[in-house]
């Protein structure tokens, strides 16, 4: 799944230790769409180098792309449901969709049509 929208908090990062005596690292952020409706969205990065990379190129009030993952884990008779970020990149600016609008629609210049 794909949303776009800006990041309004990034939480702190989150660390433990498996049962396995594996340690981790999760962070969660929040993401505002321009939706009337569902717009707000909470997504985890679980693992130290994904929680890493997010941090260094991502920053509250940036507009960014999301694809992610819906998952339910049971625990107990209970269900969490949690959305697992495993993309986030800049999203396109208008003024970068406007140059990719006008470059579909003009033909490229022929070398031999140019008046020098």
Known sequence: MEVTG???KVLDVQKGTSK?????????????TTEQYNNLYAF??????????FNKFN??????KVDFNVST???QGKYFTSLQA???FKAESNLEKAVA???SVMPPAD???LPF
């Open 111 to 113: 070398e031999e049509d």
């Open 86 to 88: 495993w993309k986030v």
């Open 73 to 75: 884990n049971e625990w």
């Open 101 to 103: 609008i006008i470059d």
């Open 20 to 32: 396995e005596g594996k340690e981790w690292q999760k962070l969660i952020f929040t993401l505002e």
């Open 59 to 64: 920053k509250v009030g940036d507009d960014v």
């Open 44 to 53: 985890e990065i679980f693992g130290a180098e994904k929680v890493e990379t």
């Open 6 to 8: 800006k990041i309004t």
